[in-house]
């Protein structure tokens, strides 16, 4: 009868049953050689880490995905994920010495150690590579200092909404600087996740700018300077860049953002405390990194320069050039049917964006946003916002859109604009006015292409 602590030889069956009983339950093989103590131990601790594994993963699933965005904790989870692939491979390697065979059959017992090691440091390498990026894109996106202290009981610091400004740039190739050609301001409910966007036309004209150096420099409006600036809204973000004395104090890269951000809050009357701005060109390579975006086009949409190319209509998955056309093409139409489609572009990249897709382009769609999102966003409130965006998730998203006929461009009602801003977030019904234009039909044209209502519709009832 073999005996605890006695040695014994292992026919090739036997090693590398043991062997592959040891990779799913660690210490069976220490056990079946003698060693009970050790055993134990490794059975002990294996199911002590796959219990802890299990509990995260269910029990406290929310909580993770605030903890992906904090770079310690990425960093953190890149070691943990090392260091146990290192240790259960360490523990195959052990159990495979332990139980080897005396002569006949080791190689195939060393083969089966080493491809059951390949199993698990393989997928456990992507999974380190996985963290690793997260904490690189975090790290580089979003900022690691925050202007106000973010406290974990109360990061909106009891406010009870947050107003974020969404801008698209497009820093074209023929074109001096950049243009803010989209600037949607999301209005978020910090209590329920209620979000209303409030969109505003890049050719708004006389623009009153923030107190301070800008409005002594442009006191009535803003009006640009030269041919190369008429004095649009979408201006005011490149002149601030160029003209440091309208900013004083902010260094260079963040005067736009400050002088729009103040800009655009005194249009709207709310305080527009962040923003994040995605360049066009980069966003297209972050659809293409997804595989594409399934959207419905109500009718053809001609696009490019020189009219090279058309949408047909339909629902049909557009590849990340097309569907930047798609949200830029004025062609045979107007800025404002322009916005409306942004919208419903933006909306199908939120849903059409789920784990398994992020998952299978994960690096090329995080070295995407690195080249394409600029932010003031700091991390230390990111955990916070993951959880605002779950309670996003689950409500119908509300969209107005100050356009004509609801204001004029040329001439804007500033106290109408704050007006209907504020009983849309009191949710104020207001008494529908006769509309002054006809419903658009130009190609490409959505529900949002018609006089603009006088308040806020869901996004569904825009996009289909």
């Known amino acids: 009868m073999w005996m605890v602590g006695e040695e014994r030889d292992f026919r090739t069956g036997e090693s590398i049953g043991l062997t592959i009983g040891s990779a799913v339950l660690w210490g069976v093989a220490h056990i079946a050689t003698g060693r009970q103590r050790t055993g134990f131990a490794l059975m002990t601790l294996y199911l002590v880490v796959v219990a802890f594994i299990i509990t995260l993963a269910t029990a406290f699933r929310g909580e993770l995905l605030s903890l992906a965005v904090r770079p310690s904790w ?30 006949a059959g080791r190689s195939a017992a060393a083969a089966t150690a080493g491809l059951l090691c390949l199993l698990i440091i393989a997928p456990s390498a992507w999974a380190t590579r996985l963290a690793y990026v997260s904490h690189d894109v975090v790290s580089s996106v979003f900022s690691a200092t925050s202007t106000t202290p973010v406290v974990a009981m109360d990061p909106w610091n009891g406010a009870p909404r947050v107003n974020i400004l969404l801008v698209g740039a497009d820093a074209a190739a023929n074109r001096v600087g950049v243009r803010t050609d989209s600037m949607t301001v999301a209005s978020v409910d910090t209590a ?34 030269g041919p190369q600036t008429p004095g649009l809204l979408n201006e005011v973000y490149q002149y601030a860049e160029d003209h440091p004395e309208m900013v004083p104090g902010v260094r260079a890269g963040h005067r736009g953002s400050t002088l729009l951000k103040e800009t655009v809050s005194d249009i709207l009357g709310i305080p527009v405390r962040y923003y994040a701005m995605v360049d066009m060109a980069g966003f297209a390579e972050m659809i293409d990194a997804m595989g594409g975006v399934k959207i419905t086009i109500n009718e053809p949409i001609v696009y490019g320069k020189y009219n090279e190319g058309l949408l047909p209509a339909g629902t049909r998955k557009l590849s990340g050039a097309e569907a930047l056309w798609y949200g830029r093409s004025r062609t ?6 322009r916005m409306g489609r942004q919208k419903c572009l933006l909306n199908a990249v939120a849903q059409q964006a789920d784990p398994v897709t992020l998952l299978n382009s994960f690096e090329r769609l995080a070295a995407a946003t690195k080249r394409a999102i600029s932010t003031d966003i700091p991390q230390d409130l990111l955990p916070a916002l993951v959880d605002l965006g779950q309670k996003v998730k689950g409500t119908h998203i509300r969209s107005l859109q100050f356009v004509p006929p609801l204001i004029s461009t040329a001439d804007p009602d500033w106290n109408l604009i704050r007006d209907k801003v504020a009983d849309a977030l009191e949710d104020r019904p207001t008494a529908p006015k006769p509309a002054t234009a006809k419903p658009s039909s130009t190609p490409g044209s959505t529900p949002s292409a018609t006089p603009s209502p006088q308040g806020p519709i869901s996004l569904d009832q825009v996009c289909g």
């Open 192 to 225: 329920t996740g209620a979000t209303t966007l409030f969109s505003l036309p890049r050719n708004l004209e006389q623009v009153q700018l923030p107190k301070g150096p800008a409005r002594e420099r442009f006191p009535y409006g803003f009006t640009g300077e």
């Open 74 to 103: 990425l960093m953190g989870l890149t070691i943990a994920i090392a260091s146990i692939a290192v240790i259960w491979s360490v523990v195959i390697l052990w159990s495979f010495w332990l139980v080897r065979p005396a002569t």
């Open 332 to 337: 045979n139409s107007d800025d404002y049917v």
